[in-house]
């Protein structure tokens, strides 16, 4: 990313005074610069929030891994305007085959103007999304690691490795499943040790595509934990079980990967040229708690699951647009007295969820009898769409309905990137303001409207007559009544101005 040690100008701090030797020079501080401390910092920017983000890490990882933007990740990129500069850099794929790797075809109309999976190297997305936080007037500062931090009832003092101390209103742990923020803050990270252990590289193979696809295909009948997969530029992916292979404190090497190469497929491929090896584990964990006071948690550093359906980036990315707006409703001075608390309230089912859903992917995974035969089950249970579209919007993160109270299904979901007068939908939520999406053109959004924004549009394809929308594009309230409207834009959006 060859970001320089400070990427943009502070905003202008308050004066500091002899009761205070560390005054407030920033309103939050970040630790961990991957997607979701970027994605946070980005947030947090389209409300002119000061943010700093502190990256331990002097320079990116050296290894180029791709990893998978599903679904609804693609449509918060669409929402902040960052899709076409993503795209990119990617390559699109069918939303299908996520579910324990179990191929089926994606189910018909699925429904996202976003309906695929996009392959993208993990330094490239981080580097789009850092890119657009500092664009946004975000700071970075690589080579800082937080060593301890102490807060009281106005901010957070952080102590970084070098001796410096910074003072912000609010801290935020994005620094990963080994987060010092998480552990400096004594909260509990219960769950199940790693008992699996897998290699995971890309490669070169010395062979040709045809007998791979052959060999993969025969060795994966009763491994579904082993593949060859090409991704472009004649590399290929490759995963393979570590049972028995080195140390796993220390990194695998490419011979690791021809022994357990030979031992599951009968051949080693001609392996060569590794881009970078590793190794992960089963490890399957939770934060207790998402928030303490004024620091909070996010990404890895909140849950941690193996990586099989590729959703723990996208996880990290969600709680970013989940937390973002309402941190800086906070620090502006109009959130709603329990509004940062629906952070955790909201975003730590949706873990526990995932982390669900990884748990018996993971036993699927298994070369056992009894789960090789549910395995099976389950793949025939695929071939009736509702069970296999289910499974996919699970993966994808678009079956996701936050509990805001009685009412119409839409209710707490999140909106599809519907056609408008203007264009798109997504368009409109640039900004990262709340809207309402008037089919009567008889509402208003009146003293909010320096937090939400008001598009009369009767041509809108709904089946409702109005919807608010949130930031995040969850649907916060249906129907056509002033008041009622009025009544929510309060509950979500505090009081109106003057």
């Not at 996010?298 to 959703?311: E, L, S």
């Amino acid at each position: 990313m060859n970001s320089p040690q400070f990427t943009a100008e502070p905003s202008p701090s308050p004066s500091p005074s002899d009761a205070d030797p560390y005054p407030v020079s920033y309103d939050v501080i970040i630790a961990g610069c991957g997607p979701t401390g970027a994605m946070l910092a980005a947030e947090l920017r389209l409300h002119d929030v000061r943010v700093l983000v502190l990256e331990k890490e002097t320079e990116p990882a050296p290894f180029v891994r791709i990893v998978g933007l599903h679904i609804r990740s693609l449509e918060l990129m669409a929402m902040r305007g960052l899709l076409d500069r993503v795209l990119e850099h990617g390559r699109r794929r069918p939303a299908a085959g996520f579910f324990a790797g179990i191929s089926k075809p994606a189910p018909e109309g699925l429904d996202s103007a976003h309906a695929y999976l996009l392959g993208i190297p993990h330094p490239v997305i981080v580097r789009l999304i850092e890119e657009h936080a500092v664009q946004l007037g975000a700071q970075v500062r690589r080579g800082c690691a937080v060593a301890g931090f102490e807060q009281d009832d106005e901010g957070v003092t952080v102590d970084l490795a070098d001796g410096e101390r910074l003072r912000a209103r609010y801290l935020v742990g994005c620094d990963g499943g080994r987060s010092a923020v998480r552990k400096l803050l004594g909260v509990g990270f219960p769950g199940e040790p790693s008992r699996t252990e897998t290699l995971m590289g890309e490669m070169e193979v010395g062979v040709p595509q045809e007998e791979v696809a052959a060999k993969v295909a025969e060795a994966g009948e009763t491994n579904k934990r082993f593949w060859l997969r090409p991704f472009g530029g004649g590399a290929y992916s490759v995963v393979v079980p570590a049972a028995g292979v080195g140390d796993r404190a220390e990194p695998p090497t490419l011979q690791d990967f021809k022994q357990q190469l030979r031992a599951i497929a009968g051949t080693d491929f001609g392996v060569h040229s590794p881009r970078w090896l590793s190794r992960f584990g089963d490890a399957t964990r939770l934060a207790e708690l998402y928030r303490v006071g004024r620091v909070l948690l996010a990404g890895d550093a909140a849950h941690i699951h193996p990586p099989t359906g590729g959703q723990g980036l996208n996880l990290g990315v969600q709680d970013a647009f989940n937390l973002g707006w309402k941190l800086a409703a906070q620090i502006r001075g109009w959130a709603p007295e329990t509004l940062l608390d629906t952070y955790q309230t909201e975003r730590r089912p949706v873990a526990e969820n995932v982390l669900d859903n990884t748990r018996a992917q993971m036993e699927l995974h298994s070369t056992e009898p009894g789960p090789q035969a549910l395995r099976r089950l389950l793949t025939e249970l695929m071939d009736i769409d509702e069970v296999n579209r289910r499974l996919i919007e699970k993966i994808a993160a678009i079956d996701i309905r936050y509990d805001f109270g009685d009412g119409p299904d839409l209710l707490g979901r999140r909106l599809r990137d519907i056609d408008v007068e203007q264009g798109h939908l997504y368009g409109l939520l640039h900004r990262g303001r709340g809207l309402l999406l008037d089919r009567t053109a008889r509402l208003t959004v009146g003293g909010w409207s320096d937090r939400v924004d008001h598009l009369a549009d009767p041509t809108a394809v709904l089946d409702v007559p109005c919807v608010l929308l949130r930031p995040d594009g969850h649907v916060a309230w249906i129907g056509d009544d002033q008041q009622d409207l009025d009544d929510h834009l309060s509950r979500w959006f505090g009081e109106p101005a003057g």
